[in-house]
């Protein structure tokens, strides 16, 4: 199939507490590093996101932990930092970013997990500094993992208001705002600095299964249509919720040229995230 970059992966390695662990069991991962790196290079994944994945107790797992997971990576996994709304854990995020300038690549925030809007000024340091050092912010959208999640403030619509205050900085919508993927594609279309990862999106089996990858397929396509391109949509698996196999057959999917697939595979990620 080619290059591809994954926008959007998840480890903790062998932790037991990590929230993601019911998904590896649904899709028969291990989910460790170990594992994670030869699904990459057996899928010709030459760099990869890795982002925070909530721990049991509800907090992510820390920076640091991904920082180091990165550096056991060989070179394959690049660390996105996971910022909670609150003034100290949001300060500690930068200044351990500030230390690692060219290192981390972007930044992750929660929104329907915390009841936070994008706009909520407890984020306007973060915003600021990402802006500053051109590092994209990553926006968890759309369903949410958990039943007591809040869609309104997971609702992809609600960056509309970030991206005109902030044309500068780069927004990116992460599982396109499934199922709002439409709203999402008017996004990419209205701003010139919003971008969406198609992580994600397809999750166990069940008697639907094909045909809602059929229809997933069709949206993602259909956004690109309306948008008038694929230059601003990434790939991403966000292991372990979907398998890199899953991912890579959605991918194939997609009724776009050639060339926009291999945009969405890795060129976008590549010179967006300069890995
Ligand atoms: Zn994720």
Not at 149 to 173: C, F, Q, Y
Not at 212 to 222: D, K
Request: net charge neutral; proline share 5%; glycine share 10%.
């Amino acid at each position: 199939m080619g290059k591809v970059i994954d926008a959007h992966v998840h480890c903790s390695d062998k932790r037991k507490d990590d929230g993601l662990r019911g998904y590896a069991r649904l899709n028969g991962l291990r989910y460790d590093l170990e594992e994670l790196l030869e699904k990459m290079l057996e899928h010709g994944v030459a760099g990869g996101l890795l982002l925070s994945p909530p721990m049991t107790g509800g907090a992510p797992l820390p920076n640091e932990e991904v920082l180091a997971l990165c550096e056991r990576s060989r070179g394959l996994l690049f660390p996105v930092f996971t910022v909670e709304p609150d003034k100290a854990a949001l300060r500690d995020a930068l200044r351990l970013a500030d230390g690692q300038r060219g290192v981390v690549k972007g930044f992750k925030v929660w929104l329907g997990y915390r009841r936070v809007y994008a706009s909520d000024p407890v984020y306007s340091p973060l915003y600021d500094y990402a802006e500053e050092h051109g590092l994209p912010v990553l926006f968890h959208t759309g369903d949410t993992a958990t039943s007591d999640g809040s869609l309104a403030h997971a609702h992809p619509l609600t960056l509309d208001e970030v991206a005109n205050r902030r044309p500068g900085l780069k927004v990116v919508i992460c599982h396109m705002g499934n199922p709002w993927v439409l709203d999402t594609a008017e996004l990419l279309y209205k701003h010139r600095n919003v971008f969406a990862d198609m992580s994600g999106l397809v999750v166990g089996g069940g008697a639907y299964a094909r045909e809602y990858s059929r229809t997933i397929a069709r949206r993602i396509s259909e956004a690109v249509y309306y948008a008038g391109g694929a230059d601003k949509i990434f790939f991403g698996t966000d292991y372990p919720v979907e398998t890199h196999e899953s991912g890579l057959a959605l991918a194939s999917m997609l009724k776009v040229a050639q060339a926009d697939r291999e945009r969405i595979l890795w060129r976008n990620a590549s010179r967006v995230f300069g890995i």
